[in-house]
């Protein structure tokens, strides 16, 4: 079906920047809308950033001003510029595609396996 591989997390300073990268595979007709959530220790996994095929985006509030999401339809990716990052920050990061794979009728939305990103104060 839809395979995604995630890189770019790791440790970084309060203030620092990362950039994740996501990269879709497998039998894809056709993506739609791409996102990145996150998901911090005990609490539920929350969207952060998504744009749309027309590249329109929406951010959660805790991120606007700071992250950058973007993609690349020709090489099937997505990519999330963090800035100016915060302790609160951390967290286990996801990229999520809605997708449509070769053979089905309808799209489902597919997952990474996460990344780490942490900040340190």
């Known amino acids: 079906q839809v395979q995604l591989v995630e890189s770019g997390g790791g440790l970084v300073q309060a203030g620092g920047s990362l950039r994740l990268s996501c990269a879709a595979s497998?039998?894809?007709?056709?993506?739609?809308?791409m996102a990145w959530y996150r998901q911090a220790p005990g609490k539920q996994r929350e969207l952060v950033a998504s744009i749309t095929t027309s590249s329109s985006t929406n951010y959660a509030d805790s991120v606007k001003g700071r992250f950058t999401i973007s993609r690349d339809n020709a090489k099937k990716s997505v990519y999330l510029q963090m800035n100016s990052l915060k302790p609160e920050d951390t967290a286990v990061y996801y990229c999520?595609?809605?997708?449509?794979?070769?053979?089905?009728?309808?799209?489902?939305?597919?997952w990474g396996q996460g990344t780490q990103v942490a900040v340190s104060s």
């Open positions: 999520m595609v809605y997708a449509r794979a070769l053979g089905y009728m309808v799209p489902s939305n597919y």
């Open positions: 497998g039998n894809i007709f056709n993506i739609d809308t």
